[in-house]
């Protein structure tokens, strides 16, 4: 989750725009994957074997990352999710007794906030439809009303199924994150596991406003 790309949320003003998009997914992954990758590499070396300290280095990026995220923008929920995802990350470096552990901690994290998503099915409001309702917010009353009126014909099962989704699949890559902490190189699994964790993301961004458009979409003459 905190290697969604930056814009993954929010409608630009002018509408969704390739340029933009690519651009957002580019620097995501040059923030979360190619950054950590490189400073763990250059620090690896100048530490004893087994040292917490580049690892715990190779967070800045994504960290700064984040804050620039939240300069440009109002904080959302998936924005805060990563932030305590990211400060997670930091404590359990700080806390594992080799590098081995740091990286199964992290990847298991991942475990915990799918687990979030699926407890908040169980409530009247599942996250993905907070999400949702925020990323329609920049746009028209008439828009945002039509929205509240077809969750409400939909009886809200389009995004319970959907947080279910999401739910599953972040279970699911941080599973894969998991093994690849206890079977490839640390500086590997800095460049792999977010690489994997972004598409991801991307998949599931897709599905979600694919699926959302077509199920809501079938009470646009009775919200009108």
């Known amino acids: 989750m905190t290697d969604i790309p930056p814009s993954a949320t929010e409608l630009p003003a002018g509408g969704f725009s390739y340029v933009?998009?690519?651009?957002?997914l580019a620097f995501s992954i040059f923030i979360n994957a190619i950054c950590p990758y490189l400073i763990y590499r250059t620090l690896e070396p100048q530490y004893p074997a087994g040292s917490l300290m580049p690892l715990l280095a190779s967070t800045v990026f994504p960290l700064m990352g984040l804050l620039i995220g939240f300069a440009r923008r109002r904080a959302d929920i998936i924005a805060i999710i990563s932030l305590v995802e990211i400060l997670i990350s930091i404590a359990v470096t700080l806390v594992a007794s080799n590098v081995t552990y740091a990286l199964i901690a992290r990847g298991l994290q991942g475990t915990l906030t799918g687990v979030f998503f699926l407890?908040?099915?169980?409530?009247?409001?599942?996250?993905l439809w907070y999400v949702?309702?925020?990323?329609?917010?920049?746009?028209?009353?008439?828009?945002v009303a039509g929205f509240e009126k077809a969750n409400?014909?939909?009886k809200g099962r389009t995004f319970s199924r959907l947080t279910v989704l999401w739910?599953?699949?972040?279970?699911?890559?941080?599973?894969?994150?998991?093994?690849?902490a206890q079977h490839v190189p640390p500086a590997q699994y800095l460049l792999v596991a977010p690489i994997l964790s972004i598409g991801t993301n991307v998949l599931l961004i897709g599905v979600t406003m694919r699926y959302a458009s077509r199920r809501l979409g079938r009470y646009r003459g009775q919200v009108g």
């Open 152 to 154: 409400a014909w939909d």
């Open 167 to 180: 739910g599953l699949g972040t279970i699911a890559v941080s599973v894969g994150n998991v093994w690849l």
């Open 132 to 143: 949702a309702r925020q990323f329609v917010a920049a746009s028209s009353p008439a828009i």
């Open 20 to 24: 933009r998009a690519i651009f957002s």
């Open 119 to 127: 407890v908040t099915v169980t409530v009247r409001r599942p996250l």
